[in-house]
């Protein structure tokens, strides 16, 4: 069966520089397509940032190119979180940035006329590419199967669970931190195998890199502790770990230090303590080394391994009563509910709502890495076989990323890389073994002797199962099957991949895409609509007031002051604008005035059946709230006496007075036949006299109605309260509406 | 003896007005000195009525609960011990009765008529008295009632909840007693523990040192983790549910949903998976016979295929839309 063409292709194949050749193109091709398979959105829609971050860091970025970078780190913005302003040069990660802002000084001295925002707009894509690259030389640090490689990178660029956070438009800190983790561990083993300090400090470099970029560097801070700490464990303690883990630690700590937004929290904290720990422990683990090579008695080496337990014992004594007593500050409340998952629900109702916190269901894994998900653990077993100190990293990650991507359907980023690594080493094992044109000779004899002999000494190491010598495949049609098993297998990966991208990813949540009756495409862009009517017709320093989701989005499209945005730094800011909006008018309208809000901005799901709107995020508006006024606002309150969230009729007093509620409901009933107005996203028929309004003012309506603005009325010119008042344009005339006359007040309640 | 009953009740009745006609200041000091005895006071009928009788310069807690097995209320008997926590502990750090408040308990079996008086349809419900003369006098005489929204609550919550109740006076922290037989218990389970590994330390030495039991672990915990074992942890989902005809369903409807079974029989299949493709990489080409290997090759593959195809079914049913499937489960 071996034609010539297929020997010449094979020795063409073997030759060493073919085969680079050959690697390079592939390598080039799979981040094109990484980088092609992220731009569905660009092309359905058009170069537009996404969702809410982006809009922050792409503001973020025009300042920088604007003021340059001396401006940029002592910005203090006081656009955003009226009256108190933020800080933002010292809140920030600002790799993302700086890296954009580095890009577009490279292009302008290049003279290419290249514009910021389509910069920000493919800089995720750009970098999925190196990933891919990243990738690839992760992988081979850990097999010596030449297919690995390249199936890791393939798997990396177009594996959904990345392709999530990494789409064009996706302008997040991490779409750039995830290349930066992957080539962080890349040059952590590297420097790890060779014991060299280069690539120990080059680790550091890229791991400072990483602290400018994301807040998840606690994650590579913790991961490399726990794999030298369970490589001591195992009695691989070399002077390899002590060079590159010491290297890394000194400088990479010094390097994070330089970020203001991370300062001293290095030493101070106690997500940071297992690396200091451990730096300390290989301190004197060194020295013992040291000490047993001089005194070669059995009996002083016990003595001083029972030392190096104790010490640790104590050092995680002084750390427990440090942290006790307050030197150390104890895990923050991000970190400690990942291990005390009810605690966050509890205690900070605030990071319980961002849906991306929420824990994760099985659809979900399936859903983001397909056919990976299996063979991950078929990678993971198969780096037991060999056990060298880079598979013991694989397996640490393996098990830490797969507990976080548990808890945190965010996290699910950290997994996918070693999930593409592990499941490359499976599939390329897979195929070197089926995909050969040898095969071997059926043996008569007796193999069961020599193999037994082998079997007893592998035992004592390796897997029981690699116990017998490897003996390779005999039939072809057992090849045949395998490959083309494989084959169909890996060509329904990528239609997956593909269809997933296009379905779930590649919105940009500002414009919305529906189908009309007859296939066509239609765009929902009342977003854009609102924040341009902000903007022209406001005067620009006018005070928005709306939920904290809206808030980046506000600053970067409209260009007003926000009282809160999403940079959740001031729960009790946030609990505000909660309580304004779950309070009755008369509570809420002198909230506003003593902030100074102009206008109130609320998303109304309720003409299109839009799910993401601000009725559905009202209880946790009224959670917030109540943690900090738990006397005036009451979640029961909310509750009919049946324990139902409604919205219609039968909803409660409270809901009904609620400022958002009428917000949200104002007029809404005059787009139907009376009686007959229907709220569609929660699917009940709404009373038929709608709320009225009397402290506020319907300003704009989106064409859909989603956004829906109100401007907050000045104090009445006849110092009436503002009830009477519209109770008097209404019609409705008091007896005793004009007795009170005096000078202008502001209620308080 | 036939008058005794009538005779009692009247005296009793006697009694109950003799007591309500005591002034505030009176019926508090009888009640605190009750309440040093054994808190949270019990009460029935008559003495509810009483100790909440206005006018009064104290403050009165009062749990109302059902702690008869027969109602089947758990949250009334895992909140129980955490109220008897709490007032213990207030009652000890106050003996002297300076933040003037009653701790109190009234059980359904003894006080119908109050449940019924007071409209109350479920257990527990905590009411909070007010004073309505002295220094801290709230404007209304009505109780001020705790939300049992998110199921029992700690002593410490329900601590700081009264303490926001009564300002400008002592709150005596909750003071939990030590648990000496969990202590103890520990302390010889670690011990116990300690002294059988030394014992059987080169037994157990093999097991620590090899590398299939730590495969293992590891696999099966990945197995979970993957699975959304933490999912069912976090959200507390129900391990099955009816299908409304008598039947069971074992898949949840939706994307954001699972059962606690739903996520073992998908572990279960990622591991058949897993172990498929384990056997297809390392143990089949070491096997020697070649008929023998031929099979095991088609045996493993056919598994694989079969078990891919259901799991992208089950897939399809969760995530309506899907358009992929291969072929035995189409």
């Given at each position: 069966?071996?034609?010539?063409?297929?020997?010449?292709?094979?020795?063409?194949?073997?030759?060493?520089?073919?085969?680079?050749?050959?690697?390079?193109?592939?390598?080039?091709?799979?981040?094109?397509?990484?980088?092609?398979?992220?731009?569905?959105?660009?092309?359905?829609?058009?170069?537009?940032?996404?969702?809410?971050?982006?809009?922050?860091?792409?503001?973020?970025?025009?300042?920088?190119?604007?003021?340059?970078?001396?401006?940029?780190?002592?910005?203090?913005?006081?656009?955003?979180?009226?009256?108190?302003?933020?800080?933002?040069?010292?809140?920030?990660?600002?790799?993302?940035?700086?890296?954009?802002?580095?890009?577009?000084?490279?292009?302008?001295?290049?003279?290419?006329?290249?514009?910021?925002?389509?910069?920000?707009?493919?800089?995720?894509?750009?970098?999925?590419?190196?990933?891919?690259?990243?990738?690839?030389?992760?992988?081979?640090?850990?097999?010596?199967?030449?297919?690995?490689?390249?199936?890791?990178?393939?798997?990396?660029?177009?594996?959904?669970?990345?392709?999530?956070?990494?789409?064009?438009?996706?302008?997040?800190?991490?779409?750039?931190?995830?290349?930066?983790?992957?080539?962080?561990?890349?040059?952590?083993?590297?420097?790890?195998?060779?014991?060299?300090?280069?690539?120990?400090?080059?680790?550091?470099?890229?791991?400072?890199?990483?602290?400018?970029?994301?807040?998840?560097?606690?994650?590579?801070?913790?991961?490399?502790?726990?794999?030298?700490?369970?490589?001591?464990?195992?009695?691989?303690?070399?002077?390899?770990?002590?060079?590159?883990?010491?290297?890394?630690?000194?400088?990479?700590?010094?390097?994070?230090?330089?970020?203001?937004?991370?300062?001293?929290?290095?030493?101070?904290?106690?997500?940071?303590?297992?690396?200091?720990?451990?730096?300390?422990?290989?301190?004197?683990?060194?020295?013992?080394?040291?000490?047993?090579?001089?005194?070669?008695?059995?009996?002083?080496?016990?003595?001083?391994?029972?030392?190096?337990?104790?010490?640790?014992?104590?050092?995680?004594?002084?750390?427990?009563?440090?942290?006790?007593?307050?030197?150390?500050?104890?895990?923050?409340?991000?970190?400690?509910?990942?291990?005390?998952?009810?605690?966050?629900?509890?205690?900070?109702?605030?990071?319980?709502?961002?849906?991306?916190?929420?824990?994760?269901?099985?659809?979900?894994?399936?859903?983001?890495?397909?056919?990976?998900?299996?063979?991950?653990?078929?990678?993971?077993?198969?780096?037991?076989?060999?056990?060298?100190?880079?598979?013991?990293?694989?397996?640490?990650?393996?098990?830490?990323?797969?507990?976080?991507?548990?808890?945190?359907?965010?996290?699910?980023?950290?997994?996918?890389?070693?999930?593409?690594?592990?499941?490359?080493?499976?599939?390329?094992?897979?195929?070197?073994?089926?995909?050969?044109?040898?095969?071997?000779?059926?043996?008569?004899?007796?193999?069961?002797?020599?193999?037994?002999?082998?079997?007893?000494?592998?035992?004592?190491?390796?897997?029981?199962?690699?116990?017998?010598?490897?003996?390779?495949?005999?039939?072809?049609?057992?090849?045949?099957?395998?490959?083309?098993?494989?084959?169909?297998?890996?060509?329904?990966?990528?239609?997956?991949?593909?269809?997933?991208?296009?379905?779930?990813?590649?919105?940009?949540?500002?414009?919305?895409?529906?189908?009309?009756?007859?296939?066509?495409?239609?765009?929902?862009?009342?977003?854009?609509?609102?924040?341009?009517?902000?903007?022209?017709?406001?005067?620009?320093?006018?005070?928005?007031?709306?939920?904290?989701?809206?808030?980046?989005?506000?600053?970067?499209?409209?260009?007003?002051?926000?009282?809160?945005?999403?940079?959740?730094?001031?729960?009790?800011?946030?609990?505000?604008?909660?309580?304004?909006?779950?309070?009755?008018?008369?509570?809420?309208?002198?909230?506003?005035?003593?902030?100074?809000?102009?206008?109130?901005?609320?998303?109304?799901g309720g003409l299109l059946g839009?799910?993401?709107?601000?009725?559905?995020?009202?209880?946790?508006?009224?959670?917030?709230?109540?943690?900090?006024?738990?006397?005036?606002?009451?979640?029961?309150?909310?509750?009919?006496?049946?324990?139902?969230?409604?919205v219609d009729g039968?909803?409660?007093?409270?809901?009904?007075?609620?400022?958002?509620?009428?917000?949200?409901y104002?007029?809404y009933n005059k787009l139907f036949p009376p009686g007959q107005a229907m709220d569609r996203m929660r699917g009940v028929r709404l009373p038929e006299?709608g709320?009225?309004?009397?402290?506020?003012?319907?300003?704009?309506?989106?064409?859909?109605w989603?956004?829906?603005?109100?401007?907050?009325?000045?104090?009445?010119?006849?110092?009436?309260?503002?009830?009477?008042?519209?109770?008097?344009?209404?019609?409705?005339?008091?007896?005793?509406?004009?007795?009170?006359?005096?000078?202008?007040?502001?209620?308080?309640? | 003896?036939?008058?005794?009953?009538?005779?009692?009740?009247?005296?009793?009745?006697?009694?109950?007005?003799?007591?309500?006609?005591?002034?505030?200041?009176?019926?508090?000091?009888?009640?605190?000195?009750?309440?040093?005895?054994?808190?949270?006071?019990?009460?029935?009928?008559?003495?509810?009525?009483?100790?909440?009788?206005?006018?009064?310069?104290?403050?009165?807690?009062?749990?109302?609960?059902?702690?008869?097995?027969?109602?089947?209320?758990?949250?009334?008997?895992?909140?129980?011990?955490?109220?008897?926590?709490?007032?213990?502990?207030?009652?000890?750090?106050?003996?002297?009765?300076?933040?003037?408040?009653?701790?109190?308990?009234?059980?359904?079996?003894?006080?119908?008529?109050?449940?019924?008086?007071?409209?109350?349809?479920?257990?527990?419900?905590?009411?909070?008295?007010?004073?309505?003369?002295?220094?801290?006098?709230?404007?209304?005489?009505?109780?001020?009632?705790?939300?049992?929204?998110?199921?029992?609550?700690?002593?410490?919550?329900?601590?700081?909840?009264?303490?926001?109740?009564?300002?400008?006076?002592?709150?005596?922290?909750?003071?939990?007693?030590?648990?000496?037989?969990?202590?103890?218990?520990?302390?010889?389970?670690?011990?116990?523990?300690?002294?059988?590994?030394?014992?059987?330390?080169?037994?157990?030495?093999?097991?620590?040192?090899?590398?299939?039991?730590?495969?293992?672990?590891?696999?099966?915990?990945?197995?979970?983790?993957?699975?959304?074992?933490?999912?069912?942890?976090?959200?507390?989902?129900?391990?099955?549910?009816?299908?409304?005809?008598?039947?069971?369903?074992?898949?949840?409807?939706?994307?954001?949903?699972?059962?606690?079974?739903?996520?073992?029989?998908?572990?279960?299949?990622?591991?058949?998976?897993?172990?498929?493709?384990?056997?297809?990489?390392?143990?089949?080409?070491?096997?020697?016979?070649?008929?023998?290997?031929?099979?095991?090759?088609?045996?493993?593959?056919?598994?694989?295929?079969?078990?891919?195809?259901?799991?992208?079914?089950?897939?399809?049913?969760?995530?309506?839309?899907?358009?992929?499937?291969?072929?035995?489960?189409?």
């Amino acid at each position: 069966m071996s034609a010539d063409p297929l020997h010449a292709l094979a020795s063409a194949g073997k030759a060493k520089s073919t085969r680079s050749v050959l690697r390079v193109v592939i390598l080039a091709l799979i981040a094109g397509a990484a980088i092609a398979s992220r731009l569905f959105s660009v092309i359905r829609f058009e170069s537009i940032i996404h969702e809410f971050d982006p809009w922050f860091n792409f503001r973020a970025t025009k300042y920088l190119v604007a003021h340059g970078f001396y401006k940029f780190w002592d910005w203090f913005d006081d656009r955003t979180w009226h009256p108190l302003g933020r800080v933002t040069g010292g809140t920030l990660y600002p790799g993302l940035m700086v890296t954009s802002g580095v890009i577009y000084h490279a292009l302008r001295a290049l003279t290419i006329p290249v514009d910021i925002r389509n910069i920000c707009v493919l800089l995720a894509p750009g970098f999925s590419g190196l990933t891919a690259i990243a990738a690839y030389l992760l992988t081979n640090e850990m097999t010596t199967s030449n297919s690995a490689g390249l199936l890791a990178a393939a798997f990396m660029g177009i594996a959904p669970g990345y392709i999530s956070r990494s789409v064009a438009g996706s302008y997040d800190n991490e779409a750039i931190a995830i290349f930066l983790l992957v080539f962080t561990f890349y040059l952590w083993i590297k420097a790890l195998k060779q014991g060299s300090m280069l690539w120990g400090a080059l680790c550091a470099l890229f791991y400072g890199y990483m602290v400018a970029s994301w807040g998840g560097y606690a994650f590579i801070t913790c991961l490399l502790p726990l794999h030298a700490f369970v490589l001591i464990c195992m009695g691989r303690y070399s002077t390899r770990l002590y060079v590159s883990y010491t290297t890394w630690y000194a400088l990479g700590t010094l390097a994070s230090m330089q970020i203001p937004f991370v300062g001293f929290l290095p030493v101070k904290t106690s997500e940071h303590m297992p690396a200091l720990g451990i730096f300390g422990f290989l301190q004197l683990l060194a020295f013992l080394d040291y000490v047993r090579s001089a005194i070669p008695s059995r009996q002083f080496q016990t003595f001083l391994w029972v030392f190096a337990g104790g010490s640790f014992g104590l050092g995680l004594a002084a750390l427990a009563i440090a942290t006790s007593a307050g030197f150390i500050a104890p895990w923050s409340g991000r970190f400690y509910s990942l291990w005390d998952t009810g605690y966050a629900k509890i205690h900070i109702p605030i990071i319980a709502s961002v849906s991306e916190h929420q824990p994760t269901a099985w659809p979900a894994f399936f859903f983001d890495l397909n056919m990976l998900i299996w063979l991950f653990p078929v990678g993971v077993y198969l780096c037991f076989q060999e056990l060298a100190d880079q598979h013991v990293f694989i397996v640490v990650y393996a098990l830490f990323g797969s507990y976080f991507a548990g808890v945190m359907v965010r996290l699910m980023l950290t997994l996918t890389p070693v999930v593409c690594v592990a499941a490359a080493i499976a599939v390329s094992t897979l195929l070197d073994i089926y995909l050969t044109a040898k095969s071997p000779k059926p043996v008569e004899g007796q193999p069961a002797d020599g193999g037994d002999g082998a079997a007893k000494k592998a035992v004592k190491s390796g897997l029981k199962s690699t116990s017998k010598p490897l003996i390779g495949v005999y039939g072809l049609y057992s090849k045949v099957a395998i490959v083309g098993a494989l084959t169909v297998y890996l060509l329904l990966f990528v239609l997956h991949c593909t269809w997933v991208t296009s379905n779930a990813y590649s919105s940009p949540s500002v414009v919305l895409a529906s189908r009309l009756p007859d296939g066509s495409q239609h765009i929902i862009d009342d977003y854009r609509e609102a924040y341009q009517w902000l903007r022209q017709n406001t005067r620009e320093d006018a005070k928005i007031m709306s939920w904290w989701d809206y808030g980046y989005q506000i600053g970067g499209m409209a260009d007003r002051p926000t009282l809160v945005d999403n940079n959740t730094w001031n729960n009790t800011h946030i609990a505000t604008v909660g309580k304004a909006m779950s309070s009755r008018e008369e509570v809420s309208y002198p909230i506003m005035r003593q902030h100074e809000v102009d206008y109130v901005l609320v998303v109304f799901g309720g003409l299109l059946g839009y799910s993401g709107d601000d009725i559905n995020k009202f209880l946790w508006m009224v959670r917030i709230a109540e943690g900090i006024w738990p006397d005036e606002v009451s979640e029961r309150a909310f509750f009919t006496p049946r324990g139902e969230y409604r919205v219609d009729g039968d909803a409660t007093e409270t809901m009904k007075n609620s400022l958002m509620y009428k917000m949200s409901y104002y007029n809404y009933n005059k787009l139907f036949p009376p009686g007959q107005a229907m709220d569609r996203m929660r699917g009940v028929r709404l009373p038929e006299v709608g709320p009225s309004l009397s402290t506020i003012e319907e300003a704009f309506t989106s064409e859909n109605w989603i956004i829906r603005i109100y401007k907050v009325k000045d104090l009445d010119n006849l110092g009436r309260d503002h009830a009477s008042a519209a109770a008097f344009d209404r019609g409705h005339k008091k007896k005793k509406a004009t007795k009170k006359r005096g000078p202008r007040l502001l209620r308080v309640d | 003896m036939r008058w005794l009953p009538s005779f009692l009740s009247v005296s009793l009745l006697a009694a109950g007005s003799l007591a309500a006609r005591k002034s505030s200041e009176e019926r508090f000091k009888t009640y605190h000195a009750k309440s040093l005895s054994s808190t949270p006071v019990k009460l029935g009928d008559s003495t509810y009525r009483e100790l909440t009788s206005t006018p009064r310069d104290y403050t009165v807690a009062v749990l109302l609960t059902a702690m008869d097995p027969r109602f089947g209320c758990q949250m009334c008997r895992d909140f129980g011990p955490e109220w008897d926590l709490l007032s213990r502990s207030w009652v000890n750090g106050d003996k002297a009765g300076e933040s003037r408040i009653v701790f109190g308990t009234l059980d359904f079996a003894d006080g119908r008529d109050i449940f019924m008086s007071l409209g109350l349809q479920t257990a527990p419900v905590l009411f909070l008295y007010p004073p309505t003369v002295g220094p801290h006098a709230a404007a209304s005489p009505d109780p001020i009632r705790y939300d049992f929204t998110s199921g029992a609550q700690q002593a410490e919550q329900v601590h700081s909840w009264v303490a926001r109740h009564l300002p400008d006076r002592p709150h005596p922290p909750v003071k939990r007693p030590i648990n000496w037989v969990k202590w103890i218990s520990t302390f010889v389970i670690l011990s116990g523990g300690l002294t059988a590994s030394y014992v059987a330390w080169p037994y157990i030495l093999p097991i620590i040192q090899s590398r299939t039991v730590w495969a293992a672990v590891t696999l099966i915990s990945i197995l979970l983790f993957t699975s959304g074992h933490m999912f069912n942890h976090i959200r507390n989902v129900p391990y099955v549910a009816g299908d409304g005809k008598g039947g069971i369903r074992y898949f949840a409807n939706g994307f954001q949903n699972q059962y606690g079974l739903e996520t073992q029989i998908v572990a279960a299949m990622y591991g058949i998976l897993a172990l498929s493709g384990i056997s297809l990489a390392i143990k089949v080409p070491r096997i020697s016979d070649p008929k023998a290997q031929g099979v095991a090759v088609f045996v493993w593959a056919a598994i694989l295929f079969v078990m891919y195809s259901f799991l992208i079914s089950i897939f399809r049913g969760k995530n309506a839309g899907y358009p992929f499937a291969l072929p035995p489960f189409m």
